[in-house]
């Protein structure tokens, strides 16, 4: 069974410009979480999707948005980007429920000039 | 905000040694899991055990939970190096998964 893939895996940008994360789960899951990590505030919780539908939402501000088709890859989009936006974003694959076991990609690594 | 703090912060040792990492969290939980993740790398999932457990084995794993004091240890019987990783617990509050601070190990070949 294939794992999470996550592309690109390393990208860098100047502040101001947008960026899109694109994140793709294990067949058969219908859930992906995304997660910003960074030094500072360690790992933090984006938002969730589910069946094509946001079902959590972590506390980011509204420069950070997401979507899923419904092939359930899911996107994740950063406009208007800051300094502090540089991390690396991990995704994870879940079946179904967020308390099953997520399977995380192995992240992008956004840098931002 | 984070869920669950692990102590210690930073842990080194020898191989062939056990590392022992504690998490403790503030709500009450459905189930605690323990994830690793290698240097700029992704997690991945170690463990999961269940409010109604208080002992799970995976190998050279060994997971406790203790609802009554909202803390839960991870066991790593005779380390290896290639056991170096940070180590996060995290349970799932407001249905979203929060991670702990982590514990750092290093293992020394």
Redesign the interface.
């Given at each position: 069974k294939a794992g999470?893939t996550q592309t690109p895996r390393y990208l860098i940008k100047t502040r101001g410009q947008q960026v899109t994360l694109s994140c793709s789960p294990i067949s058969g899951h219908r859930s992906v979480?995304w997660?910003q990590q960074t030094p500072g505030q360690?790992?933090q919780?984006l938002f969730?999707y589910f069946s094509e539908t946001q079902?959590?939402k972590?506390n980011f501000p509204g420069r950070f948005s997401g979507r899923q088709f419904s092939n359930s890859r899911s996107e994740m989009n950063v406009s208007t980007l800051e300094l502090g936006d540089s991390a690396?974003y991990?995704c994870?694959s879940i079946r179904d429920s967020?308390?099953d076991?997520?399977?995380?990609?192995?992240?992008t690594?956004l840098t931002v000039l | 905000s984070q869920q669950g703090e692990e102590d210690p912060q930073a842990l080194s040792i020898q191989e062939g040694e056990n590392a022992t990492m504690n998490c403790s969290y503030k709500t009450s939980i459905n189930n605690l899991q323990w994830y690793r993740q290698n240097s700029g790398r992704g997690l991945v999932h170690l463990i999961l055990i269940r409010s109604n457990e208080r002992e799970k084995h995976s190998g050279r794993l060994r997971v406790t939970l203790d609802t009554s004091k909202k803390s839960s240890s991870l066991l790593i019987t005779a380390s290896r190096a290639a056991d170096t990783a940070s180590y996060f617990c995290a349970t799932v509050r407001t249905d979203k998964l929060i991670f702990g601070t982590g514990t750092r190990l290093q293992v020394f070949p």
């Open positions: 999470v979480s997660y360690g790992l919780f969730e079902r959590n972590g690396l991990l994870a967020t308390t076991t997520q399977y995380f990609g192995p992240g690594r | -």
